[in-house]
């Protein structure tokens, strides 16, 4: 009996998230990661390829597009930007319209599960009082269409990712001295963050998903899940990266990013917390095997960036 190869179309995958997942399904072996890309001539989808990805061309905003890129495909992680500047201009709910496009054409081309990286609802969780952070929002929308929609698929909430210290100069030197500060606008030092390292975690996440959606599918299958390696506050973050970097690291909240919706984003964060209600680890992960990174060992492996 031949086998068809078991393909997972990545989204995002030339981006942080995406590109976690693609490295785990490569390590891996079981599944055959497919890249989806706007342009499958850059940089980053050709290294995709070179290690042993597929790399397919489509664009979220393109339905069409979506159901080419996904033929043959079993299983589906998605992810949308909000802030890619061609998503953006389209406004506020563009997010939203093209996590449907993609739960839409899943459905059309009988995807037999997909995962969703997503995020809490502000608006609802703070009762209103934080409305306008729309890259939460906007997430939390698809989840509700993607349970409506009869698509199998689990909800993957990530957290604050740690590859922003330097993807967002999170962490920076100052100025004329050995110190190093860590900066989050508006929140509370003694506040719980909850941390994700993309690169290590995310990935095996969402492989120990798809890996067994089938076998334990009443674990797996309408459940939501928490790739957060770690929850404690930015006071005690800096003392782990200090101990770790060996000079002194502070954490400085600042007073704006700059953007009022990232503004309110952080004061949500801080007030009201990613996920109050969750245990984490996870335990539903680390029954399906996962096994999260620490800090500490986040904070060794950066060294070199801060040397
Ligand atoms: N930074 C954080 O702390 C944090 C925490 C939680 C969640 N998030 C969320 O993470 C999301 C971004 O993920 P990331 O940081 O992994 O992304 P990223 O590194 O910024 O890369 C963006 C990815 O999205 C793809 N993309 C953008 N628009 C697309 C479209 N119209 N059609 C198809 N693909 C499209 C890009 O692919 P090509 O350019 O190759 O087409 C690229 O792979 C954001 O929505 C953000 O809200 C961030």
Redesign the pocket.
């Known amino acids: 009996m031949s086998m068809s190869p078991r393909i997972v179309a990545v989204?995002?995958?030339?981006?942080?998230?995406?590109?976690s997942v693609v490295q785990a399904l490569l390590a891996d072996g079981t599944f055959i990661p497919r890249a989806?890309?706007?342009?499958s001539n850059?940089e980053?989808?050709l290294k995709l390829k070179a290690l042993g990805a597929e790399v397919a061309q489509?664009?979220?905003?393109d339905i069409d597009s979506l159901k080419q890129a996904l033929s043959g495909v079993e299983a589906v992680f998605g992810?949308?930007?909000?802030?890619?500047p061609?998503?953006f201009a389209q406004g506020h709910n563009s997010?939203m319209l093209?996590g449907k496009n993609l739960v839409d054409a899943s459905k059309a081309t009988d995807v037999k599960y997909f995962i969703w990286?997503s995020?809490p609802h502000c608006t609802r969780v703070s009762n209103g009082k934080y409305a306008n952070v729309y890259?939460?929002d906007n997430?939390a929308n698809v989840d509700d269409y993607l349970r409506d929609s009869g698509v199998p698929h689990s909800i993957l909430y990530?957290?604050?990712?740690l590859?922003?210290l330097w993807?967002?100069n999170a962490l920076m030197p100052v100025l004329d001295s050995d110190c190093l500060e860590l900066t989050a606008a508006r929140y509370d030092p003694q506040s719980p963050q909850y941390f994700?390292w993309?690169e290590r975690d995310l990935g095996q996440c969402a492989l120990a998903l798809l890996k067994q959606y089938k076998d334990r599918d009443s674990e797996v299958l309408s459940r939501t899940f928490y790739a957060i390696s770690a929850k404690l506050n930015y006071t005690q973050f800096a003392s782990i990266l200090q101990e770790a970097l060996g000079k002194p690291v502070s954490f400085v909240p600042s007073h704006t990013t700059g953007m009022q919706e990232m503004d309110d984003m952080y004061a949500f964060q801080s007030e009201f917390g990613l996920y109050p209600q969750t245990a984490i680890p996870d335990p539903h992960l680390i029954s399906l095997g996962v096994k999260f990174h620490t800090l500490e060992e986040f904070s060794q492996e950066i060294k070199g960036r801060y040397a």
């Open positions: 989204f995002g995958a030339t981006g942080t998230q995406g590109s989806i890309t706007r342009n850059s980053k989808a489509a664009d979220l905003w992810v949308t930007d909000y802030y890619d061609k998503n997010e093209l990286s995020l890259h939460f997430k990530t957290g604050w990712f590859e922003n993807n967002y994700t993309v």
